[in-house]
């Protein structure tokens, strides 16, 4: 994947499993650093490819989807 510059909200959206409005907020606290174009803020793309490089999957004791299931009758 080749790096941009910075993805708009709405690109963030389509690629990660985060909402509008969770952009927004992280934008606004100041823990996903963005750049200002006019009125649009856009997330600066070494972050995203960062942070898609740091992507884990942990499985949480008791919450696996591969426990036994049992069926009373």
Not at 17 to 27: C, G, L, M, T
Not at 35 to 48: H, T
Request: hydrophobic content about 35%.
């Amino acid at each position: 994947m080749k790096t941009k510059f910075a993805y708009n909200v709405n690109e963030l959206v389509e690629m990660l499993p985060f909402s509008k409005a969770h952009w927004y907020r992280e934008i606004k606290k100041g823990t996903v650093p963005c750049v200002q174009i006019g009125n649009r803020k856009a997330v600066c793309g070494w972050f995203i490819e960062e942070q898609i490089g740091k992507v884990t999957v942990q499985n949480q004791e008791g919450t696996s989807n591969e426990d036994e299931i049992r069926i009373s009758s």
